[in-house]
């Protein structure tokens, strides 16, 4: 037995798919249920796809396909087959992935914060592996073209080679986004950006959490 607010999910993806043959985003799934955030639409999806209506396919956290359909809604003249095509086609092409906080590209700040959103990106813009994204706070990166308020979609791993970008957290406390390197027994991080110096500190004081993939920009 659906929920209600499953059920509407379930009935507002098989509108927006009958009338325009596009799924929608979270954003939209969201005001369609008048949720506060975009988590409360990821909890419905879990839900849905725990009692067998959805099916996640592998490495894509909104590429989905349907299962099945309730009795009353396939009775309606719903094409079960058709609106999996159509759900797996769209949804195949983004993928949500969560939004953990913010990270200094300047000085470090207070290291990842543990509250988390969802942001939507295309599923071109990742490869094998796990993903999250971050927000930047700070220009300390705007020779490599990464600006304040950017949204940064980071590979997790704690390797990384010389001079790739990368999510370092230091003294287990302060995350920063710097190019990485090591000389002398020591690491290096450092910015693209005139006006600060590199950090230079011994590599027990620092952990690399994921390494830079790609990044997303708004214009206001």
Same mark, same amino acid.
């Given at each position: 037995?659906?929920?209600?607010?499953?059920?509407?999910?379930?009935?507002?993806?098989?509108?927006?798919?009958? /009338? *325009? #043959?596009?799924? $929608?985003?979270?954003?939209?799934? +969201? &005001?369609?249920?008048?949720? +506060?955030?975009?988590? *409360?639409?990821?909890?419905? @999806?879990? %839900? =849905?796809?725990?009692? #067998? !209506?959805?099916?996640?396919?592998?490495?894509?956290?909104?590429?989905?396909?349907?299962?099945? =359909? $309730?009795?009353?809604?396939?009775? +309606?003249?719903?094409?079960?087959?058709?609106? @999996?095509?159509?759900?797996?086609?769209?949804?195949?092409?983004?993928?949500?992935?969560?939004?953990? #906080?913010? @990270?200094?590209? *300047?000085?470090?700040?207070?290291?990842?914060?543990?509250?988390? /959103?969802?942001?939507?990106?295309?599923?071109?813009?990742?490869?094998? #592996?796990? !993903?999250?994204?971050?927000?930047?706070? %700070? /220009?300390?990166?705007?020779?490599? *073209?990464?600006?304040?308020? &950017?949204?940064?979609?980071?590979?997790?791993?704690?390797?990384?080679? /010389?001079?790739?970008?990368?999510?370092?957290?230091?003294?287990?406390?302060?995350?920063?986004?710097?190019?990485?390197?090591?000389?002398?027994?020591?690491?290096?991080?450092?910015?693209?950006?005139?006006?600060?110096?590199?950090?230079?500190?011994? $590599?027990?004081?620092?952990?690399?959490? %994921?390494?830079?993939?790609? =990044?997303?920009?708004?214009?206001?």
């Amino acid at each position: 037995m659906l929920t209600r607010q499953q059920r509407e999910l379930l009935l507002f993806i098989h509108d927006r798919l009958k /009338d *325009g #043959g596009v799924a $929608p985003s979270f954003d939209e799934m +969201k &005001d369609a249920l008048d949720l +506060k955030s975009k988590s *409360g639409i990821h909890r419905l @999806i879990t %839900g =849905l796809v725990e009692r #067998g !209506y959805l099916r996640r396919l592998p490495n894509r956290a909104r590429a989905v396909e349907v299962a099945r =359909l $309730p009795e009353d809604m396939a009775s +309606k003249g719903t094409s079960a087959p058709s609106m @999996i095509q159509k759900i797996t086609e769209k949804l195949a092409d983004i993928t949500t992935l969560p939004l953990v #906080g913010k @990270i200094a590209a *300047g000085t470090p700040i207070e290291a990842i914060q543990n509250d988390t /959103d969802f942001i939507d990106v295309p599923a071109t813009f990742l490869g094998n #592996g796990e !993903y999250y994204a971050l927000r930047v706070e %700070g /220009d300390s990166m705007i020779n490599a *073209g990464i600006n304040d308020d &950017d949204i940064v979609i980071i590979r997790k791993g704690n390797q990384a080679r /010389d001079g790739k970008i990368v999510v370092a957290l230091v003294d287990g406390m302060e995350a920063t986004l710097k190019r990485i390197y090591r000389r002398d027994g020591k690491v290096i991080l450092e910015a693209e950006n005139d006006a600060y110096k590199p950090r230079i500190l011994t $590599p027990e004081r620092v952990e690399i959490q %994921g390494e830079l993939s790609s =990044l997303l920009r708004t214009y206001h």
